[in-house]
């Protein structure tokens, strides 16, 4: 089934509380898999790799590389993807590449930000209560502001400018927050959700790019240190 010149990368999501894997050659999409039950990640993730190099009829040594969703997101989903990853990418082969998951989204979003005349990309990844992350893009997926780790209210962006909120996010709660402080002509629109394409289509340029991570040297980026959940019960 692998046309010839063309090189195969598995992708992986699993940065926020849904996951998913892709295959692609190239920018091509072959397949994609996801699952949008939460916290599914331990159980099926490394089931569905296994089920979508099979459908496709593709061994693991015939991967160029492996493309991994780097964060911010959530600690468990990335650690889970990451020791996944680590894992198939034993000895370096397939190569590893660490695909930044906010950058991701707006590089696949760009095209259609340019087409409806939206002058920014604000790639949302909700950690927990109304805690975010967030990075916003211009239409070439070129970053305008730094990763920041912030309370909703605490967002910073130019509320003069139409504007695409993308990413992981509860949406109601969102849209209501932007509307009241944009210019009531500015266009707001929301493409909820983050998926294994999105890596994809970054890893690809990254590929051409030799952006190879060391299997052994890869950790997710979490951002915000981890803090276990303390049981109340006695």
């Not at 370096?92 to 696949?108: D, M, S, W």
């Not at 909120?165 to 927050?177: H, N, R």
């Not at 060391?214 to 109340?232: H, M, T």
């Amino acid at each position: 089934m692998l046309e010839n010149n063309k090189y195969v990368i598995l992708s992986i999501e699993s940065s926020a509380s849904t996951c998913g894997v892709a295959l692609s050659q190239n920018d091509e999409l072959l397949c994609e898999y996801c699952v949008f039950v939460p916290n599914l990640h331990d159980k099926l993730l490394a089931n569905m790799v296994a089920v979508a190099l099979s459908d496709m009829e593709i061994k693991v040594d015939e991967l160029d590389c492996l493309a991994v969703s780097s964060g911010p997101g959530s600690f468990t989903g990335l650690r889970i993807g990451a020791a996944l990853a680590k894992g198939i990418c034993f000895e370096n082969k397939p190569k590893l590449i660490a695909v930044p998951t906010l950058e991701a989204i707006a590089f696949y979003l760009q095209k259609h930000a340019a087409k409806c005349n939206l002058q920014q990309i604000l790639t949302l990844a909700k950690s927990h209560k109304d805690i975010y992350y967030y990075q916003i893009f211009d239409t070439e997926a070129k970053a305008k502001s730094d990763l920041t780790f912030c309370k909703l209210e605490q967002i910073s962006y130019n509320p003069e400018e139409n504007l695409l909120l993308c990413g992981s996010f509860e949406e109601e709660e969102i849209l209501d927050f932007f509307q009241k402080k944009a210019n009531k002509n500015v266009n707001i629109q929301t493409v909820k959700g983050i998926f294994p394409r999105y890596i994809a289509k970054l890893a690809y340029k990254m590929f051409q790019e030799e952006k190879f991570t060391l299997s052994e040297d890869f950790a997710p980026l979490y951002v915000q240190d981890f803090q276990p959940k303390i049981s109340k019960k006695k």
